[in-house]
């Protein structure tokens, strides 16, 4: 099955400087990588994702990148804001199957 | 528009009771997810319903572990005898689509401590 790898587990940056999140995923048939954010107490909420026939993403501050030859994915925070600090979650889905990361715990300094 | 609603939010129970937990997806939504969330294993689906169908539950950890979709707009994802290592985070999560992968959409959670 499906083996998701997630680095750093803990990342820790300055206000207004930017954070980088890589995974890798096992499976070459995976074709959907979302990415959710998950605040203390609440559920995983989803910020972003890439299908396999793209290889970059952008929505204002977030960006995702794929690599499918690869098989790694990123996620780029730019200008990061004290309100992005969370954990972060990749996923890998394939054939209703979805496999998420370990999660990187972001602490944006004020 | 509501999201998905769970509950409930918290549940503290004595081992070999019986827990259920209950869950709404997003008005429309056709697939419906049930994962748990624990330090050690991190998120883990546990059972994925389409259509109110039960398509795949090879996550479900044990037979104590049963799910239901009765219809489309409810869920219930029962333990019965809970045991202390049930103890974690049960997510729902609902989407809508054939054919996938689509956008998953995740509830608040129930926190269950089976002491």
């Known amino acids: 099955g499906e083996n998701v790898e997630q680095h750093p587990s803990t990342l820790s940056v300055q206000e207004g400087d930017s954070a980088v999140i890589k995974c890798t995923y096992s499976d070459s048939a995976s074709n959907y990588f979302p990415w959710y954010k998950q605040e203390l107490g609440k559920g995983p909420q989803l910020i972003i994702d890439i299908r396999s026939n793209v290889g970059e993403k952008k929505d204002q501050r977030i960006a995702v990148t794929l690599n499918k030859t690869a098989k790694h994915f990123s996620l780029h925070i730019t200008e990061t804001q004290p309100e992005d600090s969370a954990v972060y979650f990749c996923a890998a889905y394939n054939n209703n199957d979805m496999r998420f990361g370990a999660g990187t715990r972001l602490t944006v300094k004020p | 528009d509501a999201g998905v609603i769970q509950s409930p939010r918290h549940e503290v129970t004595e081992m070999g009771q019986e827990v259920t937990l209950r869950c709404k997806p997003i008005?429309?939504?056709?697939?419906l997810f049930w994962y748990r969330q624990t330090m050690m294993r991190g998120l883990e689906l546990l059972i994925y319903?389409?259509?109110?169908?039960?398509i795949d539950d090879s996550g479900m950890p044990e037979d104590r572990f049963s799910a239901k979709m009765p219809n489309a707009s409810f869920s219930t994802l029962k333990i019965q005898p809970s045991e202390p290592r049930d103890s974690a985070v049960y997510f729902c999560?609902?989407?809508w689509g054939t054919g996938g992968p689509y956008e998953q959409y995740f509830g608040p959670g129930t926190r269950l401590t089976v002491t």
């Open positions: 008005s429309g939504h056709n697939s």
């Open positions: 319903f389409n259509n109110n169908v039960p």
């Open positions: 999560a609902s989407s």
